[in-house]
């Protein structure tokens, strides 16, 4: 439907000439125009108020007192148009361009109709004739370039819309079209400029934002696509798909800290059924060395998988964090008991100990154990962990219950022995222990430094020294063998000796305690 072009009442005694000043008027009386002026005045209220069928018996009757106005026969048209009776308005219509060349308003009407019975060639025709005498026609300038459009006629968009005049009504729109028209002539810059012009006439004008962003990425200009989606984005922020291409253009630009916040903001917007976009975050926040991200991205991919490899690969992001100790500990867990391996359970309980949750490693270790009653190797492993935490009681109770199972494992057998040693107590049944691990392996230098320790925690110094020198010559750069040796020499007042053992000690740069080692020396060396 056309827009209506009735004159204001207030203007109308402008026109009253127009509507009387013809030949049929010649000779009339005054009663004979102020009728027209009447009917005319009636049939505009009328129509204004979208009373058409009696604005047409109004400008009928004004016909019929003047039937060569062309503003009575363009009215007259309009009112046919409008009650649906298409045949009269078409005549009339050319009735008034017959009349007057530059009844302009009777083109809009033909225009009409042309477009109502399907004929889009001839309403451009029209409307291009109406534009030639009233070029601020906005509205016809705009129908113009739609029907150019539905023709395929792309350079006519273009032209019809070229120069449109900004911040008046329909510039958004006359934008948006030259920029599809341009888009479908691959005159790509130009249609994205012609899409910013839309979006500075409209700033929420989201498909003119799309487009920008389209054709930003055809022209490799990588800024303004990221720009022109996150501009989507600001319009409507559930617009996941929009956060996809971006975070896609921020990726393959290696924009990769952008990305990964993006990721989390797509997080909040979508359910990520499939756990593609908490993958990709989590490799991204990898490469950012964002582990403690990493490693919460990953929960629900592991969680999903179900799988011993899912939770091993998130135990270890979360170790790497130090800071996602719940995840690390959930994932070690459920790996072990998906997998039952030992390995998996000797780290679970060995995070357990240094967590300082004794407990918790005491209740997997014993599953562990009870699991595998026979597997000493089970057993030895838990008790190096108990040793390595300075856990030396739970230690030894593990290694009691080895021997037990395996009298002759000299291993378990020298540590136990040494351990009491140290501990200064047991010294008779360390002593025991140790000599059965030396009928199994009689050169072991570090089974031979045990006994020789447990002789100097007795005070027996001589044979201290036999065995250490004993075990120093089978390993002469074992830091403890040389340190023991110090000990022995101190106490047989063979200070020379003592500090050339310690400083060898020390310069192996193996030493247990250096601190305490650097404190003999220096207490030597004054």
Known sequence: MFRSVLIPFLAFSVISTALLSTPAHAGRGEHIEQAIFSLYSSGAFKARHGNWFGAAIDYERAYRLNQTSPE???????????????????????????????????????AELAMGRGDLAAADGYLLKRLEGKPDDLESRLRLGLIRENLNDM??????????????????????????ALVRLKRISE????????????????????????????????????????????????????????IALLVEYDRLYEAQDDLERLLDITSDKSGAIRKLLAQIAVRNNDLATAARAMVPLAEK????????????????????????????????????????????????????????????????????PGDTSTIWNIAILHHATK??????????????????????????????????????????????????EPD??????????????RRQFEEARLQLERASSLMDTEPTILEHLGDVCMELGRRQEALGYYRSSLATGQSENEVALKEKILRLGE
């Open 305 to 372: 998988a179900g799988t011993e490899t899912g939770y091993l690969e998130l135990a270890l992001v979360a170790a790497q964090a130090k800071t996602e100790t719940e995840i690390l500990v959930a994932s070690l867990e459920n790996a072990y008991h998906i997998g039952e391996r030992s390995a998996i359970g000797l780290t679970l309980v060995k995070t357990y100990l240094i967590l300082g949750e004794d407990s918790e490693a005491a209740e997997i270790s014993q599953v562990m154990i009870d699991r595998s």
């Open 72 to 110: 009575i026969l363009v009215r007259l048209a309009e009112a046919y148009y409008r009650t649906g009776r298409p045949q009269e308005a078409e005549k009339f219509a050319n009735r008034a361009l017959d009349e007057d060349s530059s009844a302009y308003d009777a083109y809009i009407i033909l």
């Open 444 to 457: 072991n230098p570090q089974y031979l430094d045990s006994l020789g320790w447990i002789y100097f925690k």
């Open 391 to 440: 856990r030396e009681t739970h230690a030894i109770e593990l290694l009691l219950k080895l021997i037990e199972i395996e009298p002759t494992n000299a291993s378990a057998l020298n540590y136990v022995g040494y351990s009491w040693a140290e501990m200064g107590i047991e010294l008779d049944r360390a002593e025991d222990f140790v000599r059965r691990a030396l009928r199994k």
């Open 191 to 246: 249609a994205r400029d012609a899409f910013r012009a839309a979006l500075r006439e409209n700033p929420g004008y989201i498909e003119a934002a799309e487009n920008v962003a389209i054709l930003s990425e055809d022209l490799d200009e990588d800024s303004a696509a990221i720009e022109a989606w996150e501009l989507v984005m600001k319009m409507n922020p559930e617009r996941d798909d929009a956060l996809r291409k971006k």
């Open 155 to 180: 350079e006519g968009v273009v032209r019809a819309f070229t120069g449109y005049p900004g911040r008046r009504p329909g510039a958004a729109a006359a934008n948006f079209h030259r920029g599809v």
